[in-house]
């Protein structure tokens, strides 16, 4: 069996002492699968995509990535959406596209220009025309053109109509490596749903509350992920 592609172990993180956002996490992510880390907002999930993408460091505890702990060079094989656009909004979307390609090293600009072409996406518009759904769809692009091995997408159609949805999921599935794991975050679980091989439903306090195989606990509860979270929930402070 192929090494987790993620381990989170013993993750401790806190902003004040007596709040504890992540406590004693663990959790593995295999390779090959859409993971869906679903919880509603403020349970810790974009403060753990934070730690594993190396934006914020966990006051205790290790995240080994592609069989290393966690350090610079885990970079290179993460690709990483944040929840609020990061562009620089005076970049037109060509500029965008070839300081991705400078900077990624598993930058596809044939894959990027193709999904834009497919949003009717001017590369020639600067980044501030365009609508804050655009943009969005704009970052979704360059982070899924990478041949990375880790995608994490923190909320990644929270932001844009339904419409829009329907691409950026087909979007997710059609170009990430099969080789690699995609972890989105995400409270809206009835849309992503159907793209989820696996799951993990993450409570306040950084607690994984239950986890599988989408398809299995959907045949042995006879619901779906959606009904499932709804009543796992209910009683969740």
Known sequence: M???ILVCTNLHKSYRKDVPVLKGFH???PRGRIVGLLGPNGCGKSTLIKIISGLLAPDDGTVAIDGE????RSNAVISYLPERTYINAWMKV???IRYF???YADFDENVARKMLSELNIDVSAKLKTLSKGTKEKVQLVMVMARKAKLYLLDEPI????????DYIISTIIGNYNPEAAVIITTHLIHDVEPMLDEFAFMAPGGKILLSGVADDVRAEQGKSLDELFREVFKYVP
Do not use: I, Y
């Open 27 to 29: 959790w593995e992510v």
């Open 158 to 165: 929270a932001g844009v109509d339904p419409a829009a949805r």
């Open 2 to 4: 192929s090494t987790p």
């Open 101 to 103: 390609a400078d900077f």
């Open 94 to 96: 060509e500029e965008l």
């Open 69 to 72: 702990l966690r350090s610079e």
